[in-house]
């Protein structure tokens, strides 16, 4: 842990002298110039802690109560901005010091040494600053993400804030001593008043996502030597960080490696559901514990309804509930949502509705569940016999069979009689010759982008005619944590593909039904091959679901272009 952490803190210093820095540094230098000479401790020491607070809490916020995910940024931008107007009007600096003066002073102070104000400064700089994620910054964001918040976690992200913030510093109190000296031939408060101007400016470009668009702009220029654009490659890259990186997520005492010979071992007790949100299918809406279920055998299965691989894996879990119920079988699903909005109860009983689903289910939206059973995957299922030990788990589709005959073997021990005959219970499998993975549509997660989405407003120059396995954003499209949204018109999505089938997950602003045309190598694609949804070459988006656009008769390669006018998001490619 010891070295991961250190690990960390060369990382985050090779970070900051990286051309992904220069958009924060007005505003670090013109803060740093103002005050006592402990504000520039007092600025990077606010941006060490929120910054931590950004990589590691705020996706919990984001995903716990629907935040939006540029919350924060606009927060402290608008602090920025403020301070900026602070320092700009001397008068106004002399209203806002004095109720504030035993907390924190904004602006020029002639005595004091500024640190509490310098803290509140550099903790609004703390959410804009985004440098460019390697793989342990990445890491960090993307468990935090999917797990609860740990300690080991937080040491690691608290150890990269801690390496950028020394050599941030080290700019603030060089940047302070060079206009300490032009402080002292300028006249009245000029000096002041430039910072302010640099400050107010640097909020509005920020507002404006031009510190964004300034990083992309590097990130595609390869003329720039590598070890500017990325000093820290090699070791973030070692077999050394990546195994460090895979302890972080914490492992599940149930994730045990079974075979279909090797019976059905006692895994321990299985944790309670816990801190959940709406049950559906229970009598009054009322919720289930797996006390209350003692006696009978209990089959958890994780999912969340946009996730094709869930999808398919539900006729064989309806099949199953219908076979066993009255025999003491009972299924739960436990909706963990990976998007915010399969975190909204109308969404969740509305694919309940559609997709046929009589079993219980539960909305899981803190991931408390998922937490307890230290879960990892969509779809996983969770045997449980009737003293409430798992049995058996299995990870992602397949192995019906063997589901199947462990359901009877816990039925059996329970004292089950009369089972009914076994059968093919069917599923809906991936097509053989699939060759196209699952792919996102946000900055984080994105896959074989021919020009990665970026965090923030850009224009994307798509390509004619992607390649196996390409995707491209043509247009100006406005990408988040979650999702890419076209700007203006017009603007789509490309992709080179081999499967049978093709779906996205899309989702229209406001509920109001807009039209997505899609089309299969050039042509709107015919009624012979489209997918469920499309009519007359077009998808009608009105709920935040997955869509079927393509399905062809086996897996062939061809090209896919969708149109997405403003105001319709998309967040996943998915094939089958």
């Given at each position: 842990m010891l070295l991961l952490?250190?690990?960390?803190?060369?990382?985050?210093?090779?970070?900051?002298?990286?051309?992904?820095?220069?958009?924060?540094?007005?505003?670090?230098?013109?803060?740093?110039?103002?005050?006592?000479?402990?504000r520039p401790l007092g600025i990077v020491l606010g941006l060490a802690l929120t910054f931590t607070i950004a990589i590691v809490a705020l996706a919990q916020l984001v995903k716990g109560v629907g935040l939006a995910s540029d919350a924060a940024r606009y927060v402290a931008i608008a602090v920025l901005i403020g301070f900026g107007i602070v320092m700009l009007v001397p008068s106004l600096a002399v209203r806002v010091q004095a109720p504030l003066s035993r907390l924190a002073r904004f602006g020029p102070k002639r005595r004091g040494d500024g640190f509490w104000s310098g803290v509140g400064v550099g903790g609004a700089m703390g959410f804009v600053c985004a440098p460019c994620a390697g793989?342990?910054?990445?890491?960090?964001?993307?468990?935090?993400?999917?797990?609860?918040?740990?300690?080991?976690?937080t040491l690691v992200a608290l150890a990269y804030a801690l390496g950028l913030s020394a050599v941030l510093l080290l700019y603030a109190l060089g940047g302070r001593a060079v206009i300490g000296r032009i402080r002292r031939v300028a006249k009245g408060h000029l000096v002041e008043q430039v910072l302010g101007v640099t400050l107010l400016l640097t909020g509005v470009a920020m507002a404006a996502n031009l510190d964004v668009r300034f990083e992309e702009a590097l990130a595609r220029n390869t003329g720039l030597p590598s070890f500017l654009t990325n000093p820290t490659k090699s070791l973030e890259s070692s077999s050394a960080v990546q195994n460090r990186l895979a302890s972080l997520r914490p492992a599940s005492r149930f994730a045990v490696r079974q075979s279909y010979h090797s019976g059905l071992p006692n895994l321990g007790p299985a944790p309670e559901f816990t801190d959940n949100q709406r049950?559906?299918?229970?009598?009054?809406?009322?919720?289930?514990?797996?006390a209350g279920l003692r006696?009978?055998?209990?089959?958890?299965?994780f999912w969340t309804y946009t996730?094709?691989?869930c999808i398919r894996t539900l006729p064989f879990l309806k099949a199953l509930y219908a076979r066993y119920h009255r025999y003491g079988?009972?299924?739960v699903g436990v909706e963990t949502p990976e998007f915010t909005f399969e975190q909204d109860a109308g969404n969740v009983s509305q694919a309940v509705r559609s997709d046929g689903i009589r079993y219980p289910v539960v909305q899981d939206n803190n991931y408390a569940t998922w937490n307890a059973y230290s879960n990892q995957y969509w779809p996983a299922e969770y045997l449980i016999d009737?003293?409430?030990?798992?049995?058996?788990?299995?990870?992602?589709?397949?192995?019906?069979d063997q589901t199947d005959a462990a359901v009877r073997k816990l039925l059996q021990e329970s004292g089950a009689r009369g089972l009914p005959g076994t059968r093919d219970l069917r599923a809906v499998l991936?097509?053989?010759?699939?060759?196209?993975?699952?792919?996102?549509l946000d900055a984080q997660r994105a896959q074989g982008f021919a020009q990665p989405p970026m965090r923030g407003v850009h224009s994307y120059p798509g390509v004619s005619s992607p390649a196996l396995n390409e995707f491209a954003l043509q247009g100006q499209w406005n990408v988040n944590s979650e999702a890419a949204t076209p700007v203006s018109s017009p603007a789509s999505i490309a992709a080179g593909f081999q499967a049978a089938r093709v779906y996205l997950v899309l989702t229209s602003s406001g509920g109001v039904p807009r039209q997505v045309q899609v089309l299969l190598d050039g042509k709107p694609v015919p009624a012979t091959v489209a997918g469920a949804d499309v009519h007359g070459g077009q998808v009608t988006v009105r709920g935040q679901r997955l869509y079927s656009l393509v399905s062809l008769p086996g897996d062939e390669q061809h090209s896919l272009k969708v149109v997405v006018p403003p105001g319709v998001s998309a967040y996943d490619f998915t094939f089958g």
């Open positions: 952490m250190l690990f960390a803190l060369l990382a985050g210093a090779g970070t900051a002298i990286t051309p992904c820095v220069l958009p924060v540094l007005p505003a670090l230098l013109s803060a740093s110039a103002a005050g006592g000479r402990r793989p342990i910054l990445a890491a960090v964001t993307a468990v935090s993400a999917s797990s609860a918040p740990s300690l080991r976690i049950w559906f299918n229970t009598p009054g809406g009322g919720p289930l514990t797996l006696g009978h055998v209990v089959l958890v299965d996730c094709i691989n079988l009972e299924i009737a003293q409430g030990h798992v049995r058996r788990t299995h990870f992602g589709e397949g192995e019906y991936p097509s053989s010759g699939l060759g196209t993975p699952e792919t996102y």
